[in-house]
């Protein structure tokens, strides 16, 4: 069953052994549990619904809390701490976009701001109700699921927006077809959600992020249906995709998507790789990128991400073993670990792996085979766990993410990692903060980093401590030229920093065009654009 206040299944844990717990110990202190609110608890808070009565609306209050929040750390805090304010009124499953419509029309009617939903995954937070505005409406897409067609000549398949990442996959492995979008987020999140917030799988180097993919589809605005065909390329004017891609729910709801699809790989494996220090290990990975080699990732951690992964992947006298191999090969404290995925056809995808550890190696990198690659693969969607087993010990993990040019790779990496250390630093506090860069380029890099520090036991505390590092790392984002999110979405948490990157007249044509589609603006109001009734 899925948890209703942290990541995943209740039936999967993730535990921090002895070893883990003395190193985040070391790091930040010691943490100490709290106690969670109950979900009756929870629930308790909520208030009556402000809907008038709807045949396709629910407002069972457990049923509106469960589509309130999504997997944000002010999200967290909210259901850990039994504080969650507002949450919608209620809860609507439409089956077809008639129902979309249909309800679209009873929003206008009743002024009920819309907050389409789909796996709940979102950590920019997506899916806030503002307080003390108007009544809300969650729109769950997640009966929109099944693949409606089929074009092995196109390699075109169609989905309801609602379809779930394991399920869309399934259905076009049956047909020997993979769309290979992989995000952390995979087993939860839904195609629909993908598109709305420009996501990129781990694998995109391979099968482009979602907006190579995103060949067409249908949205369903207040103002009409929007209806995108699909063409392999077209010059005709502006690309209705780039409307739809990234606008969070403001433009409408996304009902059917058409997406390009690849022949399942024939041969697949990850590989690891160790350089003696940051300074190598980016030389290479950017001749990797810049060669265009026919791989399916490449993925870089920095010392700490290296020492930390290495660390808490227990099996002491494997990493020991491991440790003094790389030792001795010249990879010692400083060393960086980069993992290397090749997906395709058995031999072209041997000829690549084989001149991407050349290249490799000619900045001193030690290739120390798949088995590391392996363990990789099996737990990429369980590593998110370790928010959940780092909660029970007291502390918390957060992460930021960004992009930039080349140039500004390695000063982006320190900078947000300073920034986090001094922003909670002033509060007596220390972080663990380490980096990997997650999606490699021709021009440059994503620069991804992850937070852990302790809790403080109090709601009031938490998210002041929160505030200071995500307002401290943003500013650093903005300051050092990244763009304020690569993956994630801008939501709220976000919102505030978009102007620096859009520009005054970028900002008013993204207000005019939502505008243009939704009259009276019910689509979810606060997202992207600071609207005055869902300031944070």
Known sequence: MRRWNGWGDDAIEFALNDDALAFLGARVGAGAAIGDASLAQACAAIGPSRLAPHRLIDADPALRLHNALGQSLPDWFKLRYGRVGAVPDGVAFPDSAEQVRELLAYAERHGVAVIPHGGGTSVAGHLTVAEGARPALSMNLTRLCRMSAFDKQAQLATFGAGVFGPDLEAQ??????????????FEYSTLGGWI?????????????????VFAGGSVETPAGTLSIPTFPASAAGTDLREM?????????????????VT???????????????????EKAVREVAQAKLPLSMLRLSNQLETLTMLTLAGHKKLIGALQTYLSWRGCKDDKCMLMLGVSGQKASAAVALK???????GHGGVHVGKAMGAKWKQNRYRNVYLRNAAWQHGYVIDTVETAVDWPRVAGMMHALERAARDALGAQGERVHAYTHLSHLYAQGASVYTTFVY?????????????????GGVSAAIVEHGGTISHQHGVGTDHAPYLAAEKGALGMSAMRALFQHFDPQAIMNPGKLLLDAECAK
């Open 355 to 361: 001149s991407a550890l050349a290249l490799t190696r």
């Open 263 to 281: 022949r399942l790989p024939e041969y697949e494996a990850f590989h690891a790789v160790f350089f003696p220090n940051w300074e190598a290990a």
């Open 454 to 470: 302790r809790l403080a036991g109090n709601y009031e505390e938490d998210m002041a401590r929160w505030r200071l590092l995500k």
């Open 196 to 212: 709305a917030t420009r996501s990129s799988g781990q694998q995109s180097l391979r099968y482009g992020r979602i907006e190579q």
């Open 244 to 260: 739809v891609l990234g606008s969070e729910g403001r433009l409408g709801v996304l009902t059917e998507a058409t997406v390009r």
């Open 172 to 185: 076009l492995r049956a047909h020997g077809y993979t769309l290979g979008h992989f995000p952390q987020s």
